[in-house]
């Protein structure tokens, strides 16, 4: 019985275990690393910039995930990191008036730890550049201009997105 | 020990109910059942409609997942089943070029079977429609307008979404 309920649970956690696992990403200029298994994380909502031309999706994890269900993002709670993957828009092939994800550009995060990251708001910013995970950066004030561009959305615990409500 | 460790994993589903888990939602037309906890899968891809301003979400179960990260999706394996997520877009308040998820619209889905959906290129089609997922289609042959829109890409197997590559 405990024989089989132990390989029950590691096959069921190895069907968790994210692709990239164990692959060596450098860690950003501020010492952030790249959070383990983000793109298995659940979605928060999609956007799409025509400034930039990017579709974007954004991933929580399971607390960011809990407070978003439970409308209680304004403050987000400790432990709560957002992911934003970005990718380039480029038209459907066989849509016309789809616009579609492209190549991909960076992986964007938010970490949110009210002391540790006192100074920019409580968040902990990173953001890792193409699919060769590139940290962005050249030291670790990057995060200014990170937190410059949220400040006016101050008022919101710094974060733009609002999560989707779901049925 | 079996003790401790049948706690632990009952603990671990626990996590992992959907919210809605126990609300009961009306079968569509032709007898296909809302798929349960698609809320919590991941994502296969964003999209943006500008001829009928909706951002959308497509996500899939386990099945899915594992296809579209081994690039093994022409033709998706029997098992598989795509979510579709619909909301109308709107103009982001803080940022005047982005565009963000407004009301829901719907949810759809498509669930490979080679042998029981073989008329309709192996997938059945189910829709449920706003917050109160009212079944769509007044009888089984709403699935024909599903197929027919989805006819023009039969050589992607159907489906119109390339999944996202993610490093």
Redesign the interface.
């Known amino acids: ?2 024989r089989s ?2 390989i029950a ?1 590691a096959v069921f956690c190895a ?1 968790f275990i994210p ?2 696992a164990g692959k060596s990403v450098e860690s950003a200029p501020n010492g952030i690393n790249i959070p383990q298994g983000y ?5 928060i ?8 031309n990017t ?3 954004i ?1 929580g994890n ?1 607390v960011a995930i809990k407070a978003a ?1 439970e409308g209680k993002t304004n403050p987000w709670p400790d432990g709560t990191i957002l992911a934003k ?1 970005v ?1 380039k ?1 480029r038209q ?1 092939e ?2 016309a ?5 492209g190549a ?1 550009v960076h ?1 964007e995060f938010m970490i949110k730890d009210g002391t540790k990251y006192q100074t920019t708001g409580g968040w902990g910013f990173a953001r ?1 550049l ?4 590139k940290p962005y950066g050249k030291d670790a004030d990057f995060v200014q201009e990170c937190f410059g561009c949220h400040t ?2 101050k008022t ?1 615990d710094y974060v ?3 999560p ?4």
Request: glycine residues 2%; aromatic residues 10%.
């Open positions: 019985m405990i309920t132990t649970a069907a692709a990239h793109k298995d994380w659940r979605a909502a999609p956007s799409h910039r025509t400034d930039n579709l974007r999706l991933l399971d269900r993957l990718w828009d459907d066989n849509w008036a789809a616009t579609v994800p991909f992986a890792w193409g699919a060769e995970q006016p959305v919101r733009f997105t609002t989707v409500i779901l049925p």
